[in-house]
């Protein structure tokens, strides 16, 4: 350990909801050999073995900081459809879970890797049709073509199997510790970050074409698990996303609004604002609470009138929007701490998870 501790910052104000856990995770993280400062979000929460949530700026460069998703993160694609019909629309997405075939991707694949392209995961990974309920900042909304009324595909996916295998790579050998070849690392992470943003494109017109539409240019691609080099120091990001003028979009729940926001943080923060609600329950917590409360079809339709296509049950517990802490919340802390600006609110309609081959029944009369 160090003989100084860096830094910490928690970005949240005194009325959030943010576990000790968490803290003591970013406390602990400060006390690793060349550690300068840690930021955590107002998303902030328990991860396995370091926190979700944070940036962390280092001399030195610590895989395990990023975790196994590397490239993980989210991306807005504009969608016109003549109808959206959230049952009909629901029915018609597809299977995500099986593969495509590696003539149906073009090249190059970073990395060579093929397995797992064009596909989801499971834990919180998700691709939903939203409407553009609001928009809060009309200047910043049309440079970036958003409207009120405006359909968009959000898909939150990252380099699946590829990621891990280069985590596991490092720790097989040097567990949680540094990296010994910091190069070595880097181009295989910036191959697994390429391979996250193409494979959030991949899905878009996946459901897109499906959906018998074209999806535009995504109009934000963020990724939240990663590392830069920035200012000669090494800026870990785990669920945390960059947010140094870079427009995110910052995910609530599939019962619950998500705000595009224009990132303002400065290095206090270091330059990352929050990537999504951050969950309050574990998913343990979550299932065991969620059995006592809810049905499995109540939680096939959420409060805002939205489907969510799910065949795993237990995921649908794990997830659900009462897991996880208030979007409201979290977006008011950002803008208290000056870390970013809203300038939309996006309304779920369709959020897909896994493949439901039961289909979606019809509401009840």
Request: aromatic share 4%.
């Given at each position: ?290 059995k006592a409360k809810h049905t499995v079809e109540e939680l096939r339709r959420t409060p805002v009138g939205s489907v969510v296509v799910c065949g795993d049950r237990q995921l649908l517990f794990e997830e659900a929007p009462t897991a996880y802490k208030r979007i409201e919340q979290v977006i008011g802390d950002l803008v208290a701490h000056r870390l970013a600006t809203p300038v939309a609110v996006t309304v779920p309609l369709v959020t897909y998870k896994t493949a439901d081959r039961a289909g979606v029944k019809p509401p009840r009369r």
């Open positions: 350990m160090s003989a100084t501790t860096a830094s910490v910052t928690v970005f949240a104000s005194p009325g959030s909801w943010v576990e000790s856990d968490a803290v003591d995770q970013c406390r602990q993280v400060a006390g690793l050999d060349g550690m300068v400062h840690v930021a955590g979000m107002p998303d902030l929460h328990p991860g396995k073995g370091a926190p979700i949530g944070a940036a962390m700026v280092s001399r030195v460069l610590y895989p395990y900081l990023v975790g196994s998703d590397i490239g993980c993160g989210i991306a807005v694609f504009p969608i016109a459809l003549r109808r959206a019909v959230p049952e009909r629309l629901a029915a018609r997405f597809p299977d995500l879970d099986r593969a495509l075939d590696p003539g149906d991707v073009p090249d190059p694949i970073p990395g060579g890797h093929v397995e797992g392209l064009g596909t989801v995961g499971r834990g919180n990974h998700f691709v939903e049709l939203a409407r553009v309920r609001s928009v809060l900042d009309a200047a910043h909304a049309e440079r970036l073509g958003v409207a009120e009324g405006d359909l968009v595909l959000i898909v939150h996916s990252g380099s699946r199997g590829l990621g891990e295998s280069i985590l596991r790579a490092h720790t097989d050998v040097h567990g949680a510790g540094p990296a010994r070849d910091p190069a070595a690392y880097l181009a295989a992470h910036d191959d697994a970050v390429r391979w996250g943003s193409l494979n959030r494109r991949l899905l878009a017109a996946r459901v897109a074409e499906a959906l018998g539409a074209r999806p535009g240019e995504p109009i934000v691609d963020q990724c939240h698990n990663l590392v830069e080099v920035r200012d000669g120091m090494y800026l870990h990001r785990k669920g945390a996303a960059p947010g140094d003028g870079r427009d995110v979009l910052v995910a609530g729940t599939r019962g619950t609004e998500s705000y595009l926001v224009a990132g303002t943080a400065g290095a206090e923060a270091g330059y990352s604002v929050a990537h999504g609600a951050g969950r309050k329950m574990s998913r343990a917590d979550a299932l065991r609470r969620g």
